[in-house]
């Protein structure tokens, strides 16, 4: 029997929106709360989203 990968769920922010994410956040033009409503993700998506880019 095949098995699916998908397991639903919402849809993974590609790479090209992360680096967006995080170069609005730098510039200080932006708000988390901000950007969040802009891309329609949550805010806490976006602080990850940059707590993880500052990690490294």
Same mark, same amino acid.
């Given at each position: 029997?095949? %098995?699916? !990968?998908? !397991?639903?769920?919402?849809?993974?922010? =590609?790479? &090209? &929106?992360? %680096?967006? *994410?995080? /170069?609005?956040?730098? !510039?200080?033009?932006? &708000?988390? !709360? /901000? *950007?969040a409503?802009?891309? =329609? *993700?949550?805010?806490?998506? %976006?602080?990850? *989203?940059i707590?993880?880019?500052n990690?490294?």
């Open positions: 029997m095949a %098995v699916s !990968k998908n !397991k639903g769920g919402r849809p993974r922010l =590609d790479n &090209t &929106t992360k %680096v967006k *994410i995080v /170069e609005m956040y730098q !510039k200080q033009a932006y &708000t988390a !709360k /901000e *950007i409503s802009e891309l =329609d *993700i949550s805010r806490s998506s %976006v602080y990850r *989203i707590e993880k880019n990690k490294g």
